[in-house]
């Protein structure tokens, strides 16, 4: 690695060379597979890695080779016909959403890879609509072409049907299933076969004529292939129009610029397991995703004027960069993986994190290969890598030129739905317990951590099951902190669904200076998802707006305790709109209590109820197992939403309240004798019915004071009930 490290270091590309690109996709659709192939091909490395055998270069994390799974965002360097490459490959597993989220936001062009046997998957869905949010660039990768089921044109169909997009042939495969070979180069009408018998590895392909019994095929797509292009380019629909010959290098310039407006998607079909199909791939990156310089300019906000600027990705112009990524690293502590977007930046400058209004110092600046590091001097617009040294910048910050300040849309992240108690098995794990869980929820902005004041528990919460037993796993191994954890709870929310006021009012004299603090309340229901919104209705000086903010500390403290059975409130918007106060003795926490009180008795009036989050469930069985899982579903509260037949296998898709499918994997596993598989992720909070809503608030002590669960931990444990 050293010498080829000096390589990378001394190759300098302009900027129209660099492509910015992440590997997404379904949970097992091949990404890692892939990633490892276009590394060997590239010269990265000299060994192609294995997932079975945990050896990718990739999946560098011992859970990660543990489960087989990607778990976080790996970054990349590399080079392909003189082009650098900058490759994220992300996790296809939900409850790793926040890595696909913040990779997506400082990408330029992604490549989402598909199984062929099954096709467009959930999360191959939810991942393409992400990237529709920040208008990527795709290109689709049809993987496992050797697998038993693959079929090619069922899955160009549901790209169309279930993404909404008009997809392009470029690399057709030639046969399927163990007589996959090779593939169809569609712009050249060239046949790419791989021999495995003359070169496992399959770095090398013959180009050859294209198989008599696919040639009729390969020209109905490269007639498809023009038309759709010359759709998409005014130039070239003339030339159409008039029957003139479109030369190679003019489709591939109407390709590119069609891909680039998120117009067209071209689509390649291998099978990266054998070695085939990659290069095509490759080169579709080069010549039709974007370079830093394709994408619009990059919007933000000057916190000195409130206004809207832009910055164009110039090496030459002002520094601004994005921070989306913290890690801790056992050898080089806490990196800040940065996208610049404009400007450059210098090992050991100084640079200005206008999130936080404060300066700090960029050490060593590191171009990352997994958890390898090749250390620079500088880095330009266009490039992500990653800094040592800065200390407060979190995910989201923006960092830039202290005198041209900006601030640039930070990521958003969905809210954890699942939660549980922890607490350190012996006295010495306390200290680094909280040590460990803050550096984690550094790291993961889905990953919370809150202390219950009731019980003394310290709760986390995440996106499931699977992401919480990793961050326990996680504490274990890289921080060595043993833990003991309660049993997974639901996160279970309130709401008000009818309009209501209440008076808040704390009146105290104790000798001297007393608290005085009173205010009316008017809270209404919003829409779900909405969140919180506070506004201030007071007009002249009933109360001054020096204690505005603090009635809203007041109501949100409320909110976070919760009425009905001590769980957060949300989606109520707050309006203070009368009260009083009195010169001498009111106080920002005279206020603070007094809208605390107010918004209670509101709430109290405003016909409470309970949210639970629904899990969009899709289970992918044998047809002769489908009853009974069907039944299951339907004893745990499911609605199911439709069927689908793949060949011998049955596709059930359903809406499932989380609280019913604790376990789920071993409950499916043992029903359909461990032939059947499962995928879930979030789908929205609904109302939980009133009879289960009872038993909620029973088990809960009927808490109307608030509080937070007893996150059922088993008896005995005293440790983690109410201390003294």
Request: glycine share 8%.
């Amino acid at each position: 690695m050293a010498e080829k490290s000096e390589i990378v270091k001394k190759r300098k590309v302009p900027i129209e060379k660099v492509r910015n690109i992440g590997i997404i996709a379904h949970i097992d659709a091949g990404k890692t597979t892939t990633t490892e192939r276009v590394l060997y091909y590239t010269g990265k490395t000299y060994k192609i890695g294995d997932i079975d055998e945990g050896t990718t270069q990739m999946d560098w994390m011992e859970q990660e080779k543990e489960r087989g799974i990607t778990i976080m965002s790996a970054a990349t360097t590399t080079f392909w016909n003189n082009h650098r490459i900058n490759i994220i490959d992300t996790p296809g597993h939900i409850d790793f959403t926040a890595e696909v989220e913040r990779s997506l936001r400082v990408l330029d062009g992604g490549v989402v890879v598909f199984d062929a046997e099954e096709g467009v998957q959930s999360q191959s869905e939810k991942v393409w609509h992400q990237a529709d949010g920040y208008q990527v660039p795709r290109l689709c990768f049809i993987n496992k072409m050797d697998k038993l089921g693959a079929d090619f044109e069922r899955t160009i169909k549901m790209i169309k049907d279930r993404l909404g997009v008009k997809p392009i042939i470029l690399a057709m495969p030639i046969g399927s299933e163990k007589d996959f070979v090779g593939v169809v180069d569609i712009l050249n009408q060239k046949a790419l076969i791989w021999d495995e018998k003359k070169d496992p590895k399959g770095g090398k392909f013959e180009t050859k004529e294209i198989p008599t019994d696919v040639i009729k095929q390969a020209k109905k797509y490269r007639e498809e292939l023009i038309e759709r292009v010359a759709e998409a380019d005014e130039a070239l629909a003339e030339k159409f129009l008039r029957s003139e010959e479109i030369s190679v290098e003019e489709l591939k310039a109407g390709i590119r610029k069609a891909t680039i407006a998120n117009q067209l998607v071209p689509i390649y079909a291998g099978a990266s397991l054998r070695n085939k199909g990659v290069q095509p791939l490759l080169d579709g990156v080069v010549d039709f995703l974007p370079n830093p310089l394709d994408v619009p300019a990059i919007k933000g906000i000057n916190p000195k004027t409130n206004k809207e600027e832009t910055r164009p990705c110039d090496a030459k112009g002002p520094f601004a960069a994005l921070a989306f990524k913290i890690q801790t690293d056992p050898h080089v502590g806490r990196l800040t993986y940065i996208r610049i977007y404009s400007g450059k930046l210098d090992a050991g400058e100084e640079v200005y994190n206008s999130s936080q209004g404060r300066s700090e110092r960029a050490g060593r600046l590191l171009l990352m290969h997994a958890n390898n590091r090749e250390q620079i001097d500088s880095a330009e617009a266009g490039e992500i890598i990653a800094v040592v040294g800065l200390k407060e910048a979190t995910t989201g910050e923006t960092l830039c030129d202290k005198d041209k300040p900006i601030i640039l849309e930070a990521i958003t992240f969905p809210e954890p739905v699942i939660s549980l108690a922890i607490e350190p098995k012996t006295r010495a794990d306390q200290e680094k317990l909280g040590t460990a869980l803050n550096r984690l929820s550094e790291e993961d902005p889905t990953f919370q951590i809150k202390s219950d004041r009731e019980t003394g528990q310290t709760i986390i919460s995440g996106m499931g099951e699977l992401h919480l037993e990793i961050i326990v796993d996680r504490m274990k191994r890289e921080f060595n902190v043993e833990a003991n954890t309660g049993r997974p709870q639901v996160a279970y929310k309130e709401t008000i669904s009818k309009i209501a006021k209440g008076e808040g009012k704390y009146i105290r004299q104790s000798g001297g200076r007393g608290q005085y603090g009173h205010c009316f309340l008017r809270v209404e229901p919003l829409g779900r998802g909405e969140g919180f919104k506070f506004t201030n209705e007071i007009r002249g000086t009933a109360i001054p707006s020096v204690y505005i903010p603090a009635i809203e500390k007041g109501v949100k403290e409320a909110m976070e305790k919760g009425i009905l059975a001590g769980y957060p409130i949300t989606d109520v918007a707050v309006a203070v709109y009368n009260g009083s106060y009195h010169e001498v003795d009111s106080s920002d926490v005279a206020f603070k209590i007094a809208g605390s009180a107010g918004f209670q008795e509101a709430a109290k009036q405003a016909s409470l109820v309970l949210l639970e989050p629904i899990m969009k469930l899709e289970v992918t069985t044998p047809e002769e197992f489908m009853g009974d899982v069907i039944g299951d579903l339907s004893s745990k509260r499911a609605q199911v939403q439709g069927t689908e037949a793949r060949g011998q296998i049955r596709v059930i898709t359903a809406l499932v309240p989380l609280a019913e499918v604790p376990g789920y994997a071993t409950t499916l596993r043992s029903m359909t004798q461990g032939r059947a598989n499962f995928y879930m992720e979030f789908s929205h909070y609904q109302e939980v019915p009133v009879n289960i809503t009872e038993k909620i608030i029973s088990t809960k002590g009927g808490s109307a004071s608030g509080g937070e669960a007893k996150q059922g931990l088993p008896a005995g444990r005293q440790g983690l009930q109410k201390r003294k």
